[in-house]
Nanobody
Framework: QVQLVESGGGLVQPGGSLRLSCAAS????????MGWYRQAPGKQRELVAS???????NYTDSVKGRFTISRDNAKNTVYLQMNSLKFEDTAVYYC???????????WGQGTQVTVSS
């Protein structure tokens, strides 16, 4: 079992920045990749950024150049640095763990990010 706990959401003005954190615990050796998803009201959950065990990263087009996913292996923590935030980035952000051969099957509780003036 893997447990994920997110933190770092909040209210920010357009153009501002936030950093989300996701701490993993439990059977972390089974994790192949970590990802940040988001879900806005009335929309489907979408993958925003991911990082695999080898360190490669991937981003959805709408956040490229603004968001950065990174990890601290010593702390078993993944981060999402979000800069130049826009209104359309408002959503609940979820951290997910991708287990090899299984896919994303473990989620954190979610953290609200609201971009508003």
């Amino acid at each position: 079992q893997v447990q994920l706990v997110e933190s770092g959401g909040g209210l920010v003005q357009p153009g501002g920045s936030l950093r989300l954190s996701c701490a993993a615990s439990g059977y972390i050796f089974s994790i192949y990749a970590m990802g940040w998803y988001r879900q806005a009201p009335g929309k489907q959950r979408e993958l925003v950024a991911s990082i695999i065990s080898g360190g490669s990263t991937n981003y959805t087009d709408s956040v490229k150049g603004r968001f950065t996913i990174s990890r601290d292996n010593a702390k078993n923590t993944v981060y999402l640095q979000m800069n130049s935030l826009k209104f359309e980035d408002t959503a609940v952000y979820y951290c997910g763990a991708n287990r090899l051969g299984v896919g994303y099957d473990t989620w954190g509780q979610g953290t609200q990010v609201t971009v508003s003036s």
